[in-house]
């Protein structure tokens, strides 16, 4: 079972400054890997796959990218409605997995 | 735009069983994968399993491998989870979520709005 490895937990950080979370894989995932955003009380939204792809609807803010197994989620200029909970999950092996999160909150 | 919708929380005592469906609408149903994804309280996301309701196939996570079955009727776009043995770790949220690529191993496009179940004596 592939181990993805979300970094920071948390990640304190300003309205309108740049947020970059980072999720790194036990083992090639290549590139299937997606994010997803989750608030309290919601169930998750896709927001990138395939790495970099953004999802319909996805604001251009956030973008995706890959280094090897080391994977980056970037918001460019949070806004107030972006605070929230980030995992990312690799689909390149069975069982899809998840990372453990990490909480953007507000500075 | 496709929308899933769950059935309603559930109150289990442990050794029972719990099913909970997720009907879709806005097409492509047949020709996708389901997937069901659980959230403990205050947790992180584990997939369980996931079916091709096209074909009927099945995959499951190991950990829950005799315990958990997942189907799907086709002609109602609805797609089940049945847990059985619940224990008080079962408490948790329990997500349908799509994937339009038609494998369960693959991103998820959609999700349910989540199903709470809790386990207790």
């Known amino acids: 079972e592939k181990v993805m490895t979300q970094s920071p937990a948390t990640l304190s950080v300003s309205p309108g400054e740049r947020a970059t979370l980072s999720c790194r894989a036990s083992q090639s995932v290549a590139g299937n890997l997606a994010w997803y955003q989750q608030k309290p009380g919601q169930a998750p939204r896709l927001l990138i796959y395939?790495?970099?792809t953004r999802a319909t609807g996805i604001p251009a803010r956030f973008s995706g990218s890959r280094s090897g197994t080391e994977f980056t989620l970037t918001i460019g200029s949070l806004q107030s409605e972006d605070f929230a909970v980030y995992y990312c999950q690799q689909y390149n092996n069975w069982p899809p997995t998840f990372g453990g999160g990490t909480k953007v909150e507000i500075k | 735009q496709v929308q899933l919708v769950q059935s309603g929380a559930e109150v289990k005592k442990p050794g029972s069983s719990v099913k909970v469906s997720c009907k879709a609408s806005?097409?492509?149903?047949?020709?996708?994968?389901i997937s069901w994804v659980r959230q403990a309280p205050g947790q992180g996301l584990e997939w369980m399993g996931g079916?091709?309701?096209?074909?009927?196939?099945?995959n499951y996570a190991q950990k829950f491998q005799g315990r958990v079955s997942v189907t799907a009727d086709d002609s109602t776009s609805t797609a089940y989870m049945e847990l059985s043995s619940l224990r008080s770790e079962d408490t948790a949220v329990y997500y349908c979520?799509?994937?339009?690529?038609?494998?369960?191993?693959?991103?998820?496009?959609?999700w349910g709005q989540g199903t709470l179940v809790a386990v207790s004596s």
């Open positions: 395939g790495a970099s």
């Open positions: 806005g097409g492509a149903f047949s020709r996708s994968a």
């Open positions: 979520a799509q994937s339009l690529g038609g494998n369960p191993l693959y991103y998820f496009d959609s």
């Open positions: 079916i091709i309701p096209i074909f009927g196939t099945t």
